[in-house]
């Protein structure tokens, strides 16, 4: 029995509906798809689309609480972004 054999081809496709159920099967292909347009993108190199899908790191401010937390528990602010104070924070606090 090959795959190219029609038989074998209906029933698999009877056991992908019985497991999956009529109703899923259409999401199904159409996450599939969305995934390998993905995929081509990213084999591609374009970025473009991968750089607006990705929000910025925004900046700490000196006059933000994070910041001023980081600041009297010893953490080195200067050039981080926020995700990374509250990383160094969080993992220091978490020490004591």
């Known amino acids: 029995m090959a795959f190219d054999d029609p038989v074998v081809i209906i029933l698999i496709l009877a056991v992908v509906v019985l497991i999956f159920g009529a109703s899923r099967i259409p999401q199904l292909a159409r996450s599939l798809g969305q995934a390998r347009r993905e995929f081509e993108k990213g084999s591609k190199g374009d970025t473009a689309s991968v750089s607006q899908a990705m929000p910025t790191a925004s900046?700490?401010?000196?006059?933000?609480?994070?910041?001023?937390?980081?600041?009297?528990e010893g953490i080195d602010t200067q050039g981080k972004t926020k995700e990374q104070i509250a990383s160094e924070l969080s993992w220091k606090l978490n020490r004591k």
């Open 59 to 72: 900046a700490a401010s000196p006059d933000d609480p994070l910041v001023q937390a980081a600041q009297r």
